[in-house]
């Protein structure tokens, strides 16, 4: 049985022009997001404005995914150490689960103890009645798909609310949002490039703030 989670994968610019001003792929439209509030791996609450005025890369994985997170992960961690200087001031990382069912605080910890990441990893609070409106939302709000497939045998529940047995496949990579909150560049498997991505913070850190 294969269940669409969220299907809108919004791709817009192109990845060559004269006018770019990023080596990824460029949003070209002032595309925003719907603020948030989710749980850490602390189990504490972390919401949006927390970045407001920084530039942030966002990634999108699962602590069970077995191919592209954990390839994706200690690339961001990559980045991650090249901009400490950065980080808390001007520049942010988070990653968000596409597997709340099966991701709790404690899943985030054990998964940034194994790749020794630091950043911010969020999940949902346990789901009512299995309602993940909140978090589908923001998938959507970022152009990720998210497709999960689970066997037809599948009836034993987890904690959070859902079969174990099941796979999900995502959209990959990461979106860079600017200083001003506004979706700037994503990057993919198609183009993945840690120079070009360090290229791109770096862009996006040498513009005015929002309030400036």
Request: hydrophobic share 35%; net charge negative; charged share 20%.
């Amino acid at each position: 049985m294969v269940i669409l989670l969220v299907s809108n994968l919004i791709f817009a610019g192109c990845l060559s022009s004269q006018d770019d001003i990023f080596e990824g792929q460029e949003i070209e439209s002032e595309k925003s997001f719907l603020p948030f509030t989710l749980i850490d791996s602390n189990n504490s609450t972390y919401n949006s404005t927390n970045f407001n005025g920084m530039v942030v890369v966002v990634n999108f994985f699962y602590t069970n995914c077995p191919d592209t997170c954990s390839t994706v992960t200690p690339d961001l961690k990559i980045l991650y150490d090249d901009f400490s200087n950065e980080i808390g001031i001007n520049l942010t990382f988070i990653s968000i689960t596409v597997d709340p069912w099966r991701d709790g605080p404690n899943d985030l910890s054990d998964y940034m103890a194994y790749f020794n990441t630091s950043w911010t990893y969020l999940t949902t609070e346990e789901f009512v009645d299995g309602d993940f409106s909140l978090i589908e939302q923001i998938w959507s709000d970022f152009g990720i798909g998210v497709v999960l497939t689970e066997s037809d045998n599948s009836t034993t529940i987890s904690g959070r609310g859902h079969t174990i047995y099941y796979d999900i496949e995502h959209t990959d990579g990461i979106v860079i949002i600017g200083k001003d909150g506004y979706q700037k560049v994503r990057w993919d498997e198609n183009n993945w490039n840690l120079d070009g991505i360090n290229s791109d913070i770096n862009t996006l850190l040498k513009e005015p703030s929002s309030d400036s």
